[in-house]
């Protein structure tokens, strides 16, 4: 088991995966965004509309779909840094990486629940 003292920060494959990871799912994220914003943006409710996410369903949509994706994202990297813990390897880099997702995460929820409360 690894020693906690010694805090082993400077394993550059271990950060090489956690960063991939966590690009990864932003990408993902991303990718979510888009295709709810296109989805909204094009439903019968929303042609005479002068924005693209005219009514709450649009709203909630985009906003939900992305915060999901992050969430899911986070997890995943929590489960990897128990996994590494269990294993006795560098285990910090990927709690950053999950920290990172969350707070991410929150950001995104907090910036778009304006948008749906307004």
Not at 9 to 34: E, H, M, P, Q, W
Not at 38 to 65: E, F
């Amino acid at each position: 088991m690894v020693n906690d003292v010694e805090k082993r920060f400077s394993d550059d494959r271990t950060f090489r995966g956690a960063a991939t990871y966590a690009l990864a799912v932003i990408a993902v994220a991303a990718a979510v965004f888009a295709i709810t914003t296109i989805w909204a943006a094009n439903r019968a409710a929303c042609s005479t509309a002068d924005t693209t996410l005219c009514d709450t369903p649009a709203k909630t949509a985009v906003l939900l779909g992305p915060t999901a994706v992050l969430l899911l994202g986070g997890i995943g990297a929590f489960v990897r840094t128990y996994q590494q813990w269990r294993h006795g390897r560098n285990w910090p880099i990927w709690q950053g990486a999950g920290w990172f997702l969350f707070m991410l995460m929150t950001v995104y929820l907090a910036i778009g629940g304006g948008s749906v409360a307004g």
